[in-house]
């Protein structure tokens, strides 16, 4: 089995019901999400994107694992030192399928942190300014574990080191404008290795790509860790 880095989008999760950016207009209430997930929309109005991540938080655990992140599970558990989950989702749908390890460079739906000690928490409830930190005990500075716009995402050097090492690269449903992960075929192209895309249709950076397999993840995904999985 090749060392293959796996990174996914809003696109794998969508048929497990979870909306995409920008498929639908990406509008929330009459806000851009851009205009919500950033740090200044945060200072200026916290009560705005708590609700918004709020919402999302009780969404995602009414929602289960597709076909889609079984698969991927599947190939891990059956190769796990060849396979690198990454992903741009803050949703825990990889791991509820069975994943492990899953590096999830835009942060954490289910996970805040604190602004001033740094602790970060597994957090399953509604949040809101007046929530003391359990670490520091300060309150208005609990937030999102998300890697908002204009920040640093997670995992960057791991990351860079993962597509170094790499025979293979695949993005799932990711329509490849969000940088720098819209960057990790260009860095796989400059190792001359095989890159596989998996889209409903073709995307910005279809052309990057050696391969573009169109069709629903689910169906899609499934069929090439099958072929993978026979291969051996
Ligand atoms: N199967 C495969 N692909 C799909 C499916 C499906 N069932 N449904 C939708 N897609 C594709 C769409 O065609 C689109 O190209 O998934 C992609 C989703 O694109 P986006 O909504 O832009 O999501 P993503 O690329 O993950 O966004 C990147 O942008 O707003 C930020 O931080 C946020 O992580 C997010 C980043």
């Known amino acids: 089995m090749k060392k293959i880095v796996i990174l996914t989008g809003a696109g794998i999760s969508a048929e497990s019901g979870v909306p995409t950016f920008r498929d639908a207009g990406g509008l929330w209430e009459g806000h851009r999400v851009e205009e919500v997930a950033t740090p200044g929309a945060f200072r200026h109005n916290p009560a705005l994107v ?6 999302r938080r009780v969404d995602i655990q009414t929602r289960e694992p597709n076909a889609a992140h079984l698969a991927i599970a599947r190939l891990q558990t059956a190769f796990p030192d060849k396979i690198t989950v990454v992903t741009q ?12 390890d899953v590096w999830h ?3 954490e739906l289910l996970r805040i942190r604190c602004t001033k000690c740094h ?40 990351i860079d080191l993962a597509l ?11 329509s490849g404008v969000v940088y720098p992960a819209a960057s990790f075929v260009d860095i796989a192209n400059h190792q001359r290795i095989p890159t596989i895309e998996f889209n409903l249709q073709k995307t910005a950076t ?12 689910t169906k899609a995904v499934t069929a090439w860790v099958e072929e993978l999985l026979l291969a051996g």
């Not at 708590?50 to 919402?55: E, I, L, S």
């Not at 928490?121 to 998300?146: F, M, N, Y």
């Open 119 to 158: 602790s970060k928490v597994g957090w399953t409830k509604p949040l809101d300014s007046a929530e003391p930190c359990g670490q520091c005990q300060r309150t208005g500075t609990l937030r999102p574990d998300i890697v908002w716009f204009g920040e640093m995402p997670y995992f960057l050097d791991e």
């Open 206 to 217: 279809s052309s990057r790509f050696t391969e573009s397999r169109l069709g629903p993840a």
């Open 164 to 174: 170094q090492k790499c025979e293979l690269f695949v993005a799932v449903g990711t």
């Open 50 to 55: 708590h609700r918004f991540y709020n919402q």
């Open 105 to 107: 460079m835009h942060g």
């Open 89 to 100: 989702n803050v949703d825990d749908l990889h791991e509820r399928g069975g994943s492990v």
